[in-house]
């Protein structure tokens, strides 16, 4: 079996479905990852956010929460996440469900109810944006997964694959893999094969 992993669609259906191809997905032989971030700055979040539903109802995909995902989610009764994903992105996301307000708070109380903080195997743990160095995986705080950047040792003794900070290409920094390379920002949509570590990219 292999592990397909995607990070930080951000609203660009047309990427997300090409590197999947790119990668042959076989949802009978593989088990896709994808690690948050489906919405916000790129035009089609609205379509995202379905075809992410679609993959893990049909699939069995995992899907797993961004800290743009969480702003959404939280913004329903949260004026400060309001405000900070108003600053973030939140325009061109309204824009994609114009005139689908319902459609939007179905998206909104599905990502609340399926996402995932965190997953975790016998040898990677799943990740939006990284984790705290040397705290147990149990003893994390939910706002480290979702906004932490760095590059030390996490030193729990599985490879920490996540994405969040925009690198060129992916990156290899001790026991973690920073698979964000930037689609957003016109720069590459990447999934990671595991644990062949097979590249696929869209440009």
């Given at each position: 079996?292999?592990?397909?992993?995607?990070?930080?669609?951000?609203?660009?259906?047309?990427?997300?479905?090409?590197?999947?191809?790119?990668?042959?997905?076989?949802?009978?032989?593989?088990?896709?990852?994808?690690?948050?971030?489906?919405?916000?700055?790129?035009?089609?979040?609205?379509?995202?956010?379905?075809?992410?539903?679609?993959?893990?109802?049909?699939?069995?995909?995992?899907?797993?929460?961004?800290?743009?995902?969480?702003?959404?989610?939280?913004?329903?009764?949260?004026?400060?996440?309001?405000?900070?994903?108003?600053?973030?992105?939140?325009?061109?996301?309204?824009?994609?469900?114009?005139?689908?307000?319902?459609?939007?708070?179905?998206?909104?109380?599905?990502?609340?109810?399926?996402?995932?903080?965190?997953?975790?195997?016998?040898?990677?743990?799943?990740?939006?944006?990284?984790?705290?160095?040397?705290?147990?995986?149990?003893?994390?705080?939910?706002?480290?997964?979702?906004?932490?950047?760095?590059?030390e040792r996490i030193g729990l003794g599985k490879t920490v694959i996540h994405g969040?900070?925009?690198?060129?290409?992916?990156?290899?920094?001790?026991?973690?893999?920073?698979?964000?390379?930037?689609?957003?920002?016109?720069?590459?949509?990447?999934?990671?094969?595991?644990?062949?570590?097979?590249?696929?990219?869209?440009?």
């Open positions: 079996m292999r592990y397909l992993v995607v990070s930080d669609i951000h609203g660009d259906i047309q990427k997300f479905e090409d590197v999947l191809k790119e990668a042959s997905y076989n949802p009978k032989e593989d088990q896709l990852i994808l690690l948050g971030d489906y919405i916000d700055r790129g035009p089609q979040s609205r379509d995202v956010v379905a075809k992410v539903k679609e993959l893990v109802e049909h699939d069995g995909a995992i899907a797993i929460k961004g800290n743009h995902d969480d702003m959404f989610i939280r913004s329903k009764f949260d004026e400060k996440a309001l405000e900070l994903w108003e600053i973030n992105g939140a325009s061109t996301t309204l824009k994609s469900y114009e005139g689908k307000s319902e459609e939007m708070e179905e998206h909104r109380q599905w990502l609340e109810q399926n996402l995932r903080l965190y997953y975790e195997t016998e040898d990677y743990i799943f990740v939006h944006a990284g984790l705290q160095p040397h705290t147990p995986l149990k003893a994390q705080e939910e706002d480290t997964m979702l906004w932490t950047r760095h590059n969040h900070t925009p690198v060129r290409d992916i990156a290899y920094y001790k026991d973690q893999v920073d698979i964000d390379t930037g689609a957003v920002f016109g720069g590459k949509l990447t999934l990671l094969e595991l644990p062949s570590h097979e590249v696929y990219t869209v440009s």
